[in-house]
């Protein structure tokens, strides 16, 4: 197993774990019998708990901005562009059931620059899809809309973590069309507004 | 102090050290101390940490539950019903936000009928809302919208427990204003569909 694959695991581990018990709940040891490494192999990867919670925090929202900009500048056109958003939101919430549910229950115990870092990040990406509703709102597709909506509509999306069944018979794509279909027309002038 | 505002100060306080140091890192004594309760009021009013959680999870959604129930009869027009509940909702969760943290956060811990009743209560309260927009469906005045649309469409108010600030700017009725705005605008049949 490479070094990124085993670094990939260990953070599964340690996620599933904490969202089962608790943060507090699940020593380092616990984390390295469950993913089956020694003790050595995993201080390679981890400096401390506090560093693991950091990782299962920040990869999914990483991932989120990195390829929200990349959507963003593959679709010019602000309700093509809602939906390749909500797509890839609801594909990840579905891939990262365990981290969303640490980190909203958790962020709390990340301390100094680790807390700000993932709390910049949440913002970042709660401003790519401000900027599309403003292009939007630009170009006259889009109503002006009081400033508290967006978090409104991504908390749509981000609250399916607690409901959302990853073997469901919908898929993560599915219910990012159904909901982009539901932000966009919430969104949408009307013939002579 | 009446019994029944000993109660409710008793949850009160169990809630916000719940929120703030988990249900597991809390023992009754804590509670007790911080409530300026002894041991046999305490103990007057709760069974168990369990029983207080209990309580706890099911104050918030028994209330909206039953302030639902009586909303629906009062506005049998969709849109005017959608938009009062939508109010209500937000000043519930508003008042309500250590006890929804600690829901979202707990509510397995809670074993048998306990985890059943208050499961059962959140879903007769989404069944307000189906309800409400099955009606506005039979009445032309929403279109069909998949079953997991008044999930995403919850998902939007409750999630706000993570960010709404109870002394911001905005009141919780002109936030619930704000979202109804979306979720009639996102239901609504547009002319000639």
């Not at 909506?149 to 409901?163: D, E, Q, R, T």
Request: with cysteine.
């Amino acid at each position: 197993m490479k070094q990124t694959e085993q670094a990939k695991k260990i953070t599964k581990v340690a996620a599933s774990l904490f969202a089962k018990k608790g943060y507090n709940g699940v020593g380092v040891a616990e984390i390295g019998a469950a993913s089956g490494f020694g003790r050595g192999t995993l201080y390679h990867h981890i400096e401390s708990k506090e560093d693991l919670l950091h990782e299962i925090a920040s990869q999914y929202i990483s991932d989120l901005v990195q390829s929200g900009h990349k959507i963003a500048r593959q679709y010019p056109d602000p309700i093509q562009r809602l939906n390749a958003l909500s797509r890839h939101l609801m594909v990840v919430i579905s891939r990262s059931l365990a981290e969303i549910i640490v980190c909203f229950r958790e962020v709390q115990s990340l301390t100094g620059s680790r807390h700000h870092n993932v709390m910049c990040m949440h913002a970042e990406y709660q401003e790519i899809w401000s900027r599309t509703i403003e292009e939007g709102v630009e170009q006259n597709v889009f109503r002006a809309v009081d400033k508290i909506a967006v978090k409104g509509l991504l908390g749509m999306y981000f609250y399916s973590c607690l409901w959302l069944k990853p073997d469901g018979f919908q898929s993560p794509e599915d219910i990012g069309d159904v909901f982009s279909d539901l932000v966009i027309r919430s969104l949408s002038r009307r013939p002579g507004e």
